[in-house]
């Protein structure tokens, strides 16, 4: 793994979103001077700047401060539905689920497959809504 600093991976993250270095200091609402600053290594971003860039750039805090490779910061809606359903149709194909100690099979097992549907629609719309509100407590 290269050792990148904050700064490289802020300008890495930048690049990759197609923005310049104006239109990221809009975005987190901070002077151009500061992002070039933190692009340098010049100064180093408080607790909410890092948040801030972390949501602009789609980047996880982990990546941003060295502590993680991957710089994905969550799943998008598509990914996360694909994922799944991918995961329950490899259920639905089984003859018999065990939960808890218990066989599931026939009507029961598809009852339960669709109450797992339905609870993982609720959430992956619940956070689509959140993401595309930009609300601080998601």
């Not at 809606?77 to 099979?105: C, P, Q, T």
């Amino acid at each position: 793994m290269e050792n990148y600093s904050f700064g490289e991976k802020l300008r890495l993250m930048r690049k990759r979103q197609s923005l310049t270095q104006s239109e990221l200091a809009e975005k987190v609402g901070l002077a151009t001077s500061t992002v070039g600053m933190y692009e340098q290594n010049r100064r180093e971003p408080g607790f909410e700047n890092l948040i801030k860039f972390s949501n602009v750039l789609s980047a996880n805090v982990d990546y941003l401060l060295g502590a993680s490779e991957d710089p994905e910061k969550y799943f998008s809606g598509a990914e996360l539905e694909s994922i799944v359903s991918n995961f329950l149709n490899r259920i639905a194909k089984l003859d018999v689920l065990m939960v808890d100690g218990v066989h599931i099979f026939g009507y029961q097992k598809d009852e339960f497959l669709n109450e797992m549907r339905r609870t993982a629609e609720n959430q992956i719309n619940k956070i689509n809504s959140c993401l595309s509100s930009n609300q601080k407590d998601c």
